[in-house]
């Protein structure tokens, strides 16, 4: 049932109170979405999920797993909170779970409408811009970290193998390679080894391969973290040469 427009105006103007007595902007949001009902908003305007795969409970195409997540996402320029997603790494697609007193949906949510959303302590962006197509990058991407460089993203991958047993056709999801950016004063810079950082940034070159090498944990682990640190070592190093007036 569509709530009449004066209801509506009610609403929106008490929400408006609400807002700035409450220092919780997930508090207001949650509360406004409930006053209105979840199938009133934007976020209930995608397309009917169908899984068009059999797949194993292992190697699936989600993140983390099948499961739905308690989340946040930012779509058709408003947030909401505390909705259930799970993100299809394969089809690059954000999928909702949404409940209201009359239904029970599963949504394909409309990805040029989807700003960003968080799963978890993870948060994506659809990154959208001229820039990063004519650099071949787009859809949704990680946010690893930011910092006074810029911000620094991973592309999730999978890839797709079909299997047959006993003429059960079934496919099976694995990790693939995946790919990480620096977003640098408007421009996009892949960064899928320490060698493209030491491109990136040769005036700190030689401090980069010290830092690395100085530290036998850092050596360690995997290629991730040793990229995520060296994007915030050359943050440091860089701002300690040309300090903030």
Same mark, same amino acid.
């Given at each position: &049932?569509?709530?009449? $427009?004066?209801?509506?105006?009610?609403?929106?103007?008490?929400?408006?109170?609400?807002?700035?007595?409450?220092?919780? %902007?997930? !508090?207001?949001?949650?509360?406004?979405?409930?006053?209105?009902?979840?199938?009133?908003?934007?976020?209930?305007?995608?397309? %009917?999920?169908?899984?068009?795969?059999?797949?194993?409970?292992?190697?699936?195409?989600?993140?983390? !797993?099948?499961?739905?997540?308690?989340?946040?996402?930012?779509?058709?320029? +408003?947030?909401?909170? !505390?909705?259930?997603?799970? #993100?299809?790494?394969?089809?690059?697609?954000?999928?909702?779970? *949404?409940?209201?007193?009359?239904?029970?949906?599963?949504?394909?949510?409309?990805?040029?409408?989807?700003?960003?959303?968080?799963?978890?302590?993870?948060?994506?962006?659809?990154?959208?811009?001229?820039?990063?197509?004519?650099?071949?990058?787009?859809?949704?991407?990680?946010?690893?970290?930011?910092? /006074?460089?810029?911000?620094? #993203? @991973?592309?999730?991958?999978?890839?797709?193998?079909? @299997?047959?047993?006993?003429?059960?056709? =079934?496919?099976?999801?694995?990790?693939?390679?995946?790919? =990480?950016?620096?977003? &640098?004063?408007?421009?996009?810079?892949?960064?899928?080894?320490? !060698?493209?950082?030491?491109?990136?940034? $040769?005036?700190? @070159?030689?401090?980069?391969?010290?830092? *690395? /090498?100085?530290?036998?944990?850092?050596?360690?682990?995997? @290629?991730?973290?040793?990229?995520?640190?060296?994007?915030?070592?050359?943050?440091? &190093?860089?701002?300690? +040469?040309?300090?903030?007036?």
């Amino acid at each position: &049932m569509k709530i009449p $427009p004066i209801i509506i105006a009610c609403i929106f103007f008490t929400s408006l109170l609400y807002a700035q007595n409450s220092a919780s %902007e997930s !508090n207001y949001y949650t509360w406004y979405d409930a006053i209105v009902g979840i199938e009133n908003t934007p976020l209930f305007n995608g397309v %009917e999920y169908i899984e068009g795969y059999k797949t194993t409970r292992e190697n699936h195409k989600f993140f983390i !797993n099948q499961s739905f997540y308690e989340g946040r996402v930012d779509y058709d320029g +408003q947030s909401y909170y !505390n909705i259930s997603l799970k #993100y299809d790494i394969y089809e690059d697609e954000l999928i909702a779970n *949404l409940e209201s007193e009359a239904q029970k949906s599963l949504l394909q949510l409309i990805k040029s409408k989807v700003a960003q959303f968080t799963i978890g302590t993870h948060t994506f962006i659809n990154v959208t811009d001229r820039e990063a197509q004519n650099n071949g990058i787009e859809g949704f991407h990680e946010r690893l970290a930011e910092n /006074n460089l810029g911000v620094f #993203y @991973k592309k999730h991958r999978k890839r797709r193998v079909k @299997k047959e047993d006993k003429r059960i056709l =079934y496919f099976e999801f694995f990790d693939t390679k995946s790919d =990480y950016v620096i977003l &640098m004063d408007g421009t996009y810079h892949w960064v899928n080894s320490k !060698n493209d950082f030491y491109e990136l940034f $040769p005036e700190i @070159k030689k401090e980069l391969k010290s830092f *690395l /090498n100085a530290n036998d944990a850092l050596r360690r682990s995997d @290629k991730e973290q040793q990229l995520k640190a060296l994007f915030n070592k050359a943050s440091q &190093m860089l701002n300690a +040469q040309n300090p903030a007036p």
